[in-house]
Each structure stands twice: as structure tokens, then as C-alpha cells.
């Protein structure tokens, strides 16, 4: 290996070091976030008669004041237990991608850039973020669909909104896809050079 790819990896390996105490601080940050939002939502949200229908159709206008607007008039208890629902998995899709990260970081910091191992932590973080993204654009046309059904209003800046976010998260995944792409490339080539050794 030439002492310019030598230094790279040492570069590297020194950064990803300190990246993996950003994502062990991230995973705490999501539990103890977690753990308040599911707090919240069990004890301090009062009963009433907002059910998941009426929550969904709300949050394509929900002005200033929804989460008011909610401890106004009150949930149901499937509300509340869907409401808890979507921060468990929220929350443990968010730890799974952190972890995966921190693996991957935990391979690059000990210099195993470009082996099997990081391109399978690579991609398992890949997948989690990409089924998360396509759980997200399901519910927001779930949303949509609601929306056409019980005639709310907003529903053509709302379309445009999932549109332009459906935009980002593309181009999101094509670098993601080129970043593993690169990876499996430079991992093949490690081991012809390996081979020819």
C-alpha cells in the first residue's frame, strides 16, 4: 500500500473514532427521547374522543396548534396505543440505523475500510433507512387517501409537500447506493490484491 493510502486510512480510522462516540451519544439521545415521548403520550395526554381517523386527517393541516388542539379534546385509547406504537418503532428503527452506523465507524476505525464486514453493516443500515423511508411515504399516501375520502382540505399542497420530499429522499438513496456501490468495488479489489499476494 503506498504511504498515501497508508496516511487515508489512518485519516480515517482517527475520524471514525470520533464519530463512534457521536453515534453512542445519538442511540442515548433516541432512548431518553423515547422514553419522554412515550411518558407523554401514556400519562399526560387526557381521554377524549379523538381517534386515529381523526388524528391522521388533522395532521394535514395541523396549524400551530395541534398538539393543543389534542390535549383539548382528548384521545381514545387505540389512539393512544397507535400514538405509542409509532414512537416504539420510530425509535427502534432510529437505534437499529445508529448501530449499524457505530458498527460500520467501529470496522473504519480499525482500518477494515473496504472488507465484507463494513459493506454489510453499510448495508443493513441502507435497508433500515430505506424500508423506514417507504413505511413514512405509505402512511403520508395513507394520509392523502384519507384526506380525498372525508373531503379535508390541503390536500393539493400536501401532495406537493410528499412530492418534494419524495424528491430528496430520492437522490438520498442514489448516494447511498453509489457510497455501498463504491465500497463493494474497493472490497473486491482488496481481495484480487490479496489473492495476488
Not at 393512544?80 to 437499529?96: D, H, P
Amino acid at each position: 500500500m503506498p504511504p498515501s493510502s497508508k496516511s487515508r486510512v489512518v485519516a480515517i480510522g482517527q475520524v471514525s473514532s470520533y464519530l463512534i462516540w457521536f453515534t453512542v451519544l445519538s442511540m442515548f439521545v433516541i432512548l431518553v427521547c423515547a422514553l419522554a415521548a412515550l411518558g407523554i403520550t401514556w400519562m399526560s395526554l387526557p381521554s377524549g374522543d379523538l381517534n386515529i381517523v381523526r388524528l391522521i386527517l388533522q395532521s394535514i393541516n395541523p396549524g400551530d396548534d395541534y398538539f393543543d388542539w389534542i390535549k383539548r379534546r382528548g384521545v381514545t385509547s387505540e389512539a393512544r396505543i397507535f400514538l405509542m406504537f409509532c414512537i416504539v418503532a420510530l425509535a427502534a428503527s432510529l437505534e437499529y440505523l445508529m448501530l449499524q452506523l457505530n458498527q460500520l465507524l467501529t470496522c473504519f476505525s480499525s482500518g477494515e475500510i473496504f472488507n465484507r464486514k463494513a459493506i454489510g453493516h453499510a448495508r443493513y443500515a441502507f435497508y433500515v433507512a430505506f424500508f423506514s423511508s417507504l413505511f413514512y411515504y405509505a402512511v403520508q399516501l395513507l394520509v392523502l387517501t384519507c384526506s380525498v375520502m372525508f373531503w379535508q382540505d390541503g390536500k393539493i399542497s400536501y401532495f406537493f409537500r410528499i412530492f418534494a420530499d419524495a424528491l430528496g429522499d430520492t437522490v438520498w438513496v442514489g448516494i447511498s447506493l453509489l457510497i455501498i456501490w463504491s465500497l463493494e468495488i474497493g472490497a473486491e479489489l482488496n481481495d484480487e490484491v490479496e489473492l495476488t499476494i
